[in-house]
């Protein structure tokens, strides 16, 4: 592997007894298992051979809370990037399970008109930019050593099928970006590829909900 890589771990399991879409709200949290999740996370990247030089977070709380053990066991401090931040959608706050789920009210679906875009939120084009743009300025930044960049599942994935080069149309619920997982790339030259997948929290995730974003 290179000098310098870049991982984009996810946050741990929120604390959301309603099971809803949660999103950019403000005030969802980790739950106690997702502290677990992110101690987890926090772990496999202090117990590599590797140094990491930067630590980067978004801003929503859930994310600053799985960066925190990771910048405790590195003596880093958190850098907030708004590039990196869950996408927008228009049913934060509705039900994501159960009989009232908003997707399978019938008023919602002229939401739901353009999966390809998605017409609910944010596009992935606009997604992939953002995240592409904050991994090539932080990389740029540093000269020797690692980043760690604590994101979203969605951001996360769009990031992942940009670099492969696939389309970036897809089903939310079928994306390989398991909590407090670690999808690690590197730069060469101009060109990224995605060089490993880790989840180190695994065996945490069979009992944990996620159902908070699209």
Not at 35 to 41: F, K, L, V
């Amino acid at each position: 592997m290179s000098d310098k890589l870049l991982h984009l771990v996810r946050h741990g399991e929120v604390h959301n007894p309603d099971r809803v879409l949660y999103g950019r709200l403000p005030g969802y949290r980790l739950s106690e298992l997702g502290h677990r999740m992110a101690e987890a996370a926090a772990l496999e990247i202090a117990g590599s051979d590797r140094v990491v030089a930067k630590l980067v977070a978004s801003p929503l709380q859930r994310t600053q809370e799985s960066a925190r053990p990771v910048a405790a066991a590195l003596g880093l401090e958190i850098v907030t990037d708004e590039r990196i931040i869950e996408p927008t959608n228009r049913f934060e706050g509705l039900p994501n399970t159960g009989p009232e789920a908003a997707f399978k009210q019938a008023r919602n679906w002229p939401k739901l008109w353009n999966p390809l875009r998605p017409s609910w939120g944010e596009p992935y084009r606009q997604i992939a930019g953002r995240v592409r743009e904050a991994m090539d300025e932080h990389w740029d930044s540093v000269r020797d050593g690692d980043i760690v960049m604590v994101s979203h599942q969605a951001p996360i994935w769009i990031a992942h099928l940009d670099i492969a080069g696939r389309s970036l149309a897809h089903n939310p619920a079928k994306r390989r970006c398991a909590l407090s997982s670690i999808t690690t790339f590197e730069r060469r030259g101009e060109r990224w590829f995605e060089v490993d997948y880790r989840e180190p929290a695994a065996d945490l995730v069979e009992d944990s909900v996620d159902v908070g974003a699209v």
